[in-house]
């Protein structure tokens, strides 16, 4: 008996797809769709509907139950009164391909040659490949679409009446080709879909769920992609006219104008076949299609769903249609059920369910809607068993999905496999099933990440392994301050790397970009001799150094712009940073009240003693050869007094790297500082100020600093290293690191501000204000080079900040930097291991944070409120950022944009070839740097990625360990090395043979 009630309640819907399918109905009879108006981005369908198709782009927060419960309680109270009566419908569409298309993967990788190529760069064709051969099978293909309809049932009798009467065809036989309702756009159906567009967009901006509506052309050959998955139509365009609803007059054209823009002609265009299992059949394609007969028993979000279909690796998509009239369906089947109540249980609860969702609809106001969901799996290589096996782990991965029950048989195979694709068809195949509306949208997916950035050099995935782009000092944001959280081991320095890479190659411009890496240790070593090999051209200007406070390495943080007699506002604070840490023993106090004034005066005096019109330096032969002898050959008739001279000359000759260099002799420098403290204009200020040693200001300053240049000689000296040519560059701080002692993190400290003011040299050029400073002669000179900076990407790195951790000056200075980051259009990163080191001011600050490695109980709710996360941030913390493995390396981001606040889970695969590149492990290091003093960099890479392809030597290092224990670690690695040289050779000669 229970069959038999199946049967009946099933209607005559079920009964006509029986009759279509064996009558051979027209298979264009599936498809709904008949016209567009792509002026407003509307199909058109052949009963009079119009539909609007968007593209859910995603949500900006980390997903969560809570989340989603909130989506769904939101979005159902704006979608009830449009989903309570006939008029409105809803369709989601998950199309899901497990691979990255080849096309799309090509792009990327051709955009990334293109900047490239700006730089005149040598791009291996194998290294491309290889770049894009990893996006394809790292990255899947997810998008979800959303079609909102709205019909003609919205409309009174009258109001179709009057839309029946704005027909402007006329001719016959043109109407019998077309649903009575195919007439010109009714004004008041569209004003009615707008509004219902309207209401939907506000709700999903409240949501920050972003959505955009498709172009009408790119809608219709989306829907034909999914119809035919196996066919590249990444070119084909529909057939549309601009004025497609005034059809041609002319008589003999009429017919042929009609069959160009109908859309189910140019949609199905390859017959649909049905094989044995109810299959679908096209040329290479294979489908199945499977429907929920009953949904999840408990409340089941579509993450729960998702997660068991990604594991089929299958492509499948899924359609979920939302109608009204879920009442109406449970009238007609409790009305059998009531009559057949003795032949079944079932009957009995189906009756009960009729009193549960009528008494909901009365009590809570919630719409009792009618959902139907299909998912459709599919092969492209005839291969019927591979078919078979996926659409056995589909229906097991739905089954398991709160117990959901499935119908493999439609009845008609063919409009269940057109049903499945989005915006063909108004009225899907049963089976249907009555729910409150909370409960439907509690199923869709709402929460896939959105993306921002929608191009960028870095690619990040995310969970469901959606590539999703980022750039730094990409234009989506306002600023751009970086903070990278990681505990050790957690990846930092390889995300770190992946960043300053991607802003070096995707600069988009002729000229390399400006960054600066302060480091301690060799992290970047890497890539640096990387770039060095790929842009040979650029090369002098990619330099990596290890800094010393030796003398053949003397920097002067006194050393101005090329001209400048006086230092910047901003060179002036870093000077009373700088200056501040020589005269502090604890670094993690500030200077004594009044100090700071006083630092500024010496600062000032110091400038002003060696100025033109007081007393230069004066000029000495033997100071610099290259310089004596330009002025022999150029002026021998001609004497200078003081280097100011000699650089005006030199800078009017044009030699300008002369210039800078006769300039280093004529700054000031610390020990000048000293004097300048004697002068009255600050004795008569401070000589009754006493600091906490009972001496005065003055006496203080004296033998502080007098003690810093005894222990530091290379502070007072004129420069003898110029990195001003350089546009990348990397300060190794390794050789100055030491935290044994206090005098020792002094050191660190000095090193750190030593190289920021470096770093700084090419970035803060001096504006209209500082080139008062120098005399007129230099203006158009900083004009022009303060305009190209402006057009010029510019980043400062501060790695290891954390071995800063208690000079509260540098932590000053780093803000000072971040507050005038967008004032410089300059991108600042800071990466620590330490929570402190993130001031609440820096975290104000930061547009881009990156939080890596597990958290633990303890520290989770330490991080929690330090860097202000919600719980469900934490949460997706504890779940999957579980440090680097060979999935990569998972972590939270947030992101400050002009749309908004962006968080989520992401994660970083990268080639072997990268993970050569930016390798950290000491033994791998050993074994590439050794390498790379003999061969070619990228030889050396691929071989090693091709032996190593998870990017670490490491455990065959530890077998030779346990093999060979008589053996120092580093017999072993030359041992390995020498085992490596004639791989690294061979692939050499492979890549000449190709050359040839």
Request: hydrophobic share 40%; charged share 20%; aromatic share 10%.
């Amino acid at each position: 008996m229970k069959s038999w009630f199946e049967f009946i309640h099933g209607g005559s819907r079920a009964l006509v797809s029986w009759l279509s399918h064996y009558l051979k109905q027209d298979l264009h009879a599936y498809c709904d769709l008949y016209a567009l108006d792509n002026e407003q981005s509307i199909l058109v369908s052949k009963d009079g509907s119009i539909m609007s198709v968007f593209e859910l782009e995603g949500f900006s927060q980390v997903s969560s139950i809570m989340q989603l419960q909130a989506l769904s309680d939101k979005l159902s109270q704006v979608l009830q009164p449009y989903l309570s009566k006939l008029g409105h419908s809803l369709q989601f569409v998950v199309d899901y391909k497990p691979a990255m298309a080849a096309d799309k993967a090509y792009d990327i990788t051709q955009n990334w040659q293109n900047n490239l190529t700006l730089l005149q760069a040598d791009i291996p064709k194998e290294l491309v490949a290889l770049k894009r051969q990893h996006l394809i099978q790292n990255c899947c293909d997810l998008r979800v679409f959303i079609v909102v309809s709205s019909h003609l049932t919205l409309l009174d009798k009258e109001d179709i009446k009057r839309f029946k009467s704005q027909a402007t065809i006329k001719d016959k036989m043109v109407l019998e080709h077309m649903s009575d309702y195919l007439v010109q756009s009714a004004d008041m159906l569209c004003a009615l879909h707008a509004g219902f567009i309207e209401s939907l967009c506000e709700v999903f901006k409240q949501l920050q769920l972003a959505i955009t509506l498709l172009d009408g052309t790119e809608a219709i050959r989306l829907i034909k992609t999914q119809i035919y998955p196996h066919k590249d139509l990444s070119n084909w365009q529909p057939r549309v006219r601009s004025d497609s609803w005034a059809l041609q007059t002319h008589e003999q054209t009429k017919e042929a104008t009609l069959g160009n823009i109908a859309l189910d002609r140019q949609l199905l265009t390859d017959t649909l076949t049905i094989e044995k299992s109810e299959t679908i059949a096209c040329d290479d394609l294979l489908a199945s299609v499977i429907g929920l007969e009953f949904f999840p028993l408990e409340k089941v979000g579509f993450y729960a769903l998702f997660n068991q279909l990604t594991a089929i690796n299958a492509p499948f998509r899924i359609s979920y249609c939302i109608r009204p009239g879920g009442q109406a369906l449970l009238k007609i089947k409790s009305i059998l059920a009531k009559f057949l109540a003795f032949s079944h249980a079932d009957n009995k609860l189906i009756l009960n369910a009729r009193d549960l969702l009528a008494d909901l609809e009365r009590s809570e106001s919630q719409a009792i809607v009618k959902m139907t969901m299909l998912l459709c799996t599919y092969v492209t290589n005839q291969d019927v068993l591979q078919l078979k096996k996926q659409t056995r782990a589909l229906t097991k991965a739905v089954n398991a999905w709160g117990s959901a029950q499935i119908k493999a048989h439609h009845g008609d195979p063919c409009k269940a496999y057109v049903d499945s694709i989005m915006a063909m068809t108004h009225a899907p195949i049963d089976p249907a099933t009555a729910m409150p509306i909370k409960a439907s949208l509690y199923m869709l997916p709402l929460q896939i990440p959105a993306q921002v950035f929608a191009d960028g050099g870095v690619h990040f995935r995310t969970l469901e392994r959606k590539l999703w782009h980022y750039q730094s000092g990409s234009s989506e944001q306002v600023s751009w301050v970086e903070m990278i959280y990681a505990r050790s081991g957690s990846g930092k320095s390889v995300l770190l790397n992946t960043l300053n890479d991607a802003v070096a190659m995707y600069a988009q411009s002729k000229q390399l970009p400006i960054i600066g890496i302060i480091d301690i240790g060799e992290s970047s070593f890497g890539m640096m001799r990387r770039l060095q090999a790929m842009v040979p051209k650029h090369a002098d200007y990619i330099q990596y150094h290890r800094l010393s406070l030796s003398d053949d390495m003397a920097i002067n943080v006194f050393d101005t712009p090329l001209g400048m007699r006086k230092p910047s506002a901003h060179q002036k604070q870093f000077l009373i940073n700088f200056i501040a840490i020589l005269l502090q023993d604890a670094l993690d106090r500030d200077l004594p009240e009044g100090m700071t004034a006083m630092l500024l005066l010496i600062i000032d005096v110091s400038y002003q003693m060696v100025s033109d019109d007081h007393q230069p330096k004066q000029y000495i032969l033997g100071r610099c050869s290259k310089i004596d002898q330009y002025l022999n050959q150029q002026t021998s008739d001609q004497t200078f007094d003081h280097w100011w001279q000699v650089v005006d000359y030199l800078f009017g000759q044009g030699e300008y790297t002369l210039a800078k260099k006769a300039q280093v002799y004529a700054m000031p420098t610390l020990k000048d500082t000293v004097s300048a403290c004697q002068f009255s204009q600050i004795k008569d200020i401070y000589y009754k100020v006493i600091a906490s040693t009972n001496e005065t200001y003055t006496q203080n300053y004296n033998r502080l600093i007098s003690a810093a240049i005894r222990q530091y000689p290379s502070l007072s000296m004129a420069s003898e290293v110029d990195f001003s040519v350089a546009r990348i560059l990397a300060l190794d701080l390794k050789s100055l690191d030491s935290s044994a002692a206090d005098k020792h993190f002094k050191q660190t400290t000095i090193g750190y501000m030593l190289a920021r003011y470096v770093l700084g040299l090419n970035i803060y050029l001096p504006d209209e204000n500082d080139m008062l400073n120098a005399p007129d002669i230099y203006h158009s000179y900083h004009q022009t080079e303060f305009e190209q900076s402006l057009h010029t990407s510019k980043r400062i790195v501060f790695d290891e900040f954390h071995r800063t951790s208690s000079a509260k000056i540098v932590q000053y200075q780093v803000q000072r930097d971040m507050r005038e980051a967008r004032k410089y259009k300059t991108q600042i990163a800071l990466a620590s291991q330490s929570l402190e080191d993130f001031s609440p001011q820096m975290i104000s600050f930061a547009t881009s944070m990156f939080i890596m490695g597990n958290m633990q109980t303890s520290s989770s709710e330490e991080t929690l409120g330090h860097f202000q996360l919600t719980q469900d941030e934490i949460n997706v913390l504890k779940s999957h950022a579980h440090g680097p493995s060979h999935q990569g390396v998972t972590f939270l981001a947030k992101f400050i944009t002009k749309k908004g606040t962006v968080g989520h889970a992401l994660n970083l695969i990268l080639p072997a070839i990268d993970l050569w590149t930016y390798t950290t492990t000491s033994e791998d290091m050993y074994v590439r740097n050794h390498l790379w003093k003999k061969y070619d960099v990228i030889a050396v890479l691929k071989t090693l990625a091709d032996i190593f392809p998870k990017g670490t030597l490491q455990q065959k290092f530890r077998l030779y360990k346990q093999r060979y224990q008589y053996k120092s670690v580093d017999d072993i690695l030359t041992l390995m090395i020498d085992e490596l040289i004639p791989l690294v050779e061979e692939n050499i000669l492979k890549e000449d043979d190709y050359a040839e």
